[in-house]
């Protein structure tokens, strides 16, 4: 019997989580809604490890952390049960990485939010594409380069079959309309 109940505490010890992605919107402070790119509202995605996310941001570089208000508002998750969560590998790997928004795909020491999480799926990145009508031309030097966009991410792990729970929040109901 007690044998019994110490293999049942090894098993829920180590079942391991299913990964979870987070999607934000985020709203200027007079309850706009910040678009970055045409065809979604979405503008930052984290991870879920334990209870905390694992996200690279602006001033943080690629960190843990338990608030994540100055993103967003988490809107939507999309998890997969047959992907587990970030191991410690892959943790030390990224932890602590710089931050840049048009960051080299192919360097590992710079990331922003979306090719974190390609990098721990696999994902591939897409020539970078900049709607002038949202960002003018600032940006025309990282044109065609290697990236992925929150929206291409959100595409991508669609196509993955990953499963979509939305998040009830305080966002407009044109946005909720949107997202459902």
Known sequence: MLRGVFFLLALYAFQI??????????TQANGQIEVYEEGTLYSHVAIRVG??????????????????????????????????EPNDAFLEKVLGKKYFLFADWDDPEIYNCTK???KLLGIEPNPMNFDPMLWGNRFQEYLGKPGLSVGE?????EERSF????????????CRKHLQ
């Open 153 to 157: 991410l959100y595409t991508e792990l």
């Open 17 to 26: 989580k299913a990964i979870d992605i987070a999607f934000f919107v985020r």
């Open 51 to 84: 209870d905390q996310w694992l996200e690279a941001r602006p001033w943080y570089g690629v960190h843990l952390t338990n608030d994540t208000s100055s993103m967003g508002v988490i809107t939507e998750i999309l998890s997969d049960p047959s992907i587990p």
């Open 163 to 174: 499963e979509s729970e939305i998040i009830e929040s305080k966002i407009s109901g044109g």
């Open 116 to 118: 974190l999480v390609a």
